[in-house]
């Protein structure tokens, strides 16, 4: 049983979503204010959290951050009616895994929660140390370190690179990128995949100094996403 945490102030959709969350299956504790949710996730492990960003009391995608620092391993997904792709960006970049906009399709809502819940298959996610120029990447202890020096990751971030060191040099499509490190089943947006792509660039960009061999992670337009290593 997942434990949830649904954040909406909408009595309406919250006691759908409460039920039919319940019905699946999952231990599901709704707020309706940020501060109410950022309390309970200071107190409770969660595996989820359900976060609508336009919350009465506080800035959703504050409360986003906050509550990726208090539970650095949960699966965050936002809940927006704001379809401005700038304000779905700044919301991931905040520390969100997905997005869902409004009016919530209720199907497609738990198909995600499953998804995102739902562990990867056998052989989807590389194991051992992957080396690639001045890069490593420990999966048995989810480390990465540039030169000895170790780069901090969330979760999907660290996922993601350890996907693309797993065949350095191999262009990876989008649908395989999402399949191996989101879900074998997904259906849902991409976008998630670029956010996360652009900050573990700006993550690793910062320890190029004194890495001559550090790879890069390079766009194929209309494709995917190759980890190019340096020549010697």
Known sequence: ??????????????KVLETSLATSG???TW????????????AQQLDLVL??????????????????ALQPGC?????????DEMDVVVGLEAGADDYLTKPIRLGELLARVRAHLRRG???AQP???LV?????VDTGQRRVLVKGREVVLRAKEFDLLARLAAEPGVALSRSTLMEDVWDAHWSGSTKTLDVHVAALRRKLEAFAQGAPRLPRVATLRGYGYRLEEVPA
């Open 132 to 136: 690639v120029g001045d890069l490593t």
């Open 31 to 42: 707020h309706m204010t940020g501060r109410g949710a950022l309390n309970h996730a200071a």
């Open 75 to 83: 699966v965050v997904v936002m809940l927006t009616a704001r379809h």
């Open 51 to 68: 976060l609508d960003l336009g919350l009465p009391d506080m800035d959703g995608v504050d409360v986003c951050r906050r509550v990726r």
């Open 127 to 129: 194991t051992g140390v």
């Open 1 to 14: 049983m997942a434990r949830l945490l649904l954040v909406e102030d909408d009595q309406t959709i919250g």
């Open 26 to 28: 999952h231990d599901v």
């Open 121 to 123: 298959g056998a052989g």
